[in-house]
Nanobody, 125 residues
Framework: QVQLVESGGGLVQTGGSLGLSCTAS????????MAWYRQTPGKQRELVAR???????FYTDSAKGRFTISRDNAKNTMYLRMNSLRLEDTAVYYC???????????????????WGQGIQVTVSS
């Protein structure tokens, strides 16, 4: 079983920056693909960025050029650095992790097997 705990959310003005962290319990962190998702009321949870165990990253168009996903396997922690924040970035952000045995095609086509509790990010004008 994997437990994920997000931290670092809060309130920021448009154009500002904010960093999120996700710390995982359990074993095999370095083998797990990880991702950040976000969700607003009435909408489906959507992928923001993803990072494989080897460090390969993927960003959705909304995050590209503004957000940076990274991980520190020694600390069992994944990060999301968000710059140039916009009003539309306001959401609950979730950390997700796949099984350590998940293959690439599974990671690229399915939702994570484990989720954090979510953390609020609010961007104000």
């Amino acid at each position: 079983q994997v437990q994920l705990v997000e931290s670092g959310g809060g309130l920021v003005q448009t154009g500002g920056s904010l960093g999120l962290s996700c710390t995982a319990s359990g074993s095999n962190f370095r083998r797990r693909a990880m991702a950040w998702y976000r969700q607003t009321p009435g909408k489906q949870r959507e992928l923001v960025a993803r990072i494989t165990g080897s460090g390969t990253t993927f960003y959705t168009d909304s995050a590209k050029g503004r957000f940076t996903i990274s991980r520190d396997n020694a600390k069992n922690t994944m990060y999301l650095r968000m710059n140039s924040l916009r009003l539309e970035d306001t959401a609950v952000y979730y950390c997700g992790a796949w099984s350590a045995t998940a293959i690439q095609s599974t990671v690229y086509s399915t939702s994570p097997d484990y989720w954090g509790q979510g953390i609020q990010v609010t961007v104000s004008s």
